[in-house]
């Protein structure tokens, strides 16, 4: 699901219009961002959480050419999935059919 999509189900499940549902959007993506720009952890409860890393700098090689090269310090982002998200995601009761649309015939049947 893309941006787009999920604005539409938003709009869709709310009733509100696709314009209210974007603007709600981005002011929660932009929220959680300032949040994380901060250094401060975002709890969502029943849904997950998110909290900024710090990664030492470090050496590291090509394995092909056996080269050597610092990667500098970073900061990154992490998520962790609530358990409910997880049970949630685990009780769904049908599994996922991964076979491509138009190939029909690669479907095993017994």
Do not use: W, Y
Not at 18 to 46: F, P, W, Y
């Amino acid at each position: 699901m893309n941006k787009t999509e999920l604005i539409k189900k938003i709009s869709d499940q709310t009733g509100i219009t696709k314009n209210i549902a974007k603007i709600t959007l981005d002011a929660t993506l932009h929220s959680i961002s300032q949040s994380l720009n901060k250094g401060e952890a975002i709890k969502l409860i029943g849904f997950g959480a998110f909290r900024v890393t710090n990664r030492k700098a470090r050496i590291c090689h090509n394995p092909r050419t056996r080269e050597r090269f610092a990667v500098p310090p970073r900061t990154g982002v992490k998520f962790k999935a609530s358990c409910h998200l997880i049970d949630h995601i685990n009780s769904a009761s049908q599994p996922v059919d991964k076979t491509p649309q138009g190939n029909q015939d690669a479907r095993v049947t017994s």
